[in-house]
Nanobody
Framework: QVQLVESGGGLVQAGGSLRLSCAASGRTFRGYAMGWFRQAPGKEREFVAAIDRRDGTRYYADSVKGRFTISRDNAKNTVYLQMNGLKPEDTAVYYC???????????????WGQGTQVTVSS
């Protein structure tokens, strides 16, 4: 089992940047595929980005491709989401998620953090 804690959210103007962090508990972090999801008010939770446990292969939603970068530091049990060129439509609660084994881009992750709010003003 793994516990996840996100940080780094906040209020930023359009065009600005934020870096979200997700710290994971446990000694088997490198065995987990990691994902970032977001949920805006009145909308369903949606996939943002994911990173494979093995070779660091990355996957992105079309809406964030070229602006967001997911990365992981297995020595620190942490996954990051660097967000550049933020837009008002990026406003949402951002969640970190983990699943043992193969990465997926669906919501099929058993472990979730509590979420961190990102607000982008126009």
């Amino acid at each position: 089992q793994v516990q996840l804690v996100e940080s780094g959210g906040g209020l930023v103007q359009a065009g600005g940047s934020l870096r979200l962090s997700c710290a994971a508990s446990g000694r088997t972090f490198r065995g987990y595929a990691m994902g970032w999801f977001r949920q805006a008010p009145g909308k369903e939770r949606e996939f943002v980005a994911a990173i494979d446990r093995r070779d660091g292969t990355r996957y992105y939603a079309d809406s964030v491709k070229g602006r967001f970068t997911i990365s992981r530091d297995n020595a620190k049990n942490t996954v990051y989401l660097q967000m550049n060129g933020l837009k008002p439509e990026d406003t949402a609660v951002y969640y970190c998620a983990a699943r043992w084994g193969m990465v997926v881009t669906t919501n099929d992750y058993p472990y979730w953090g509590q979420g961190t709010q990102v607000t982008v003003s126009s």
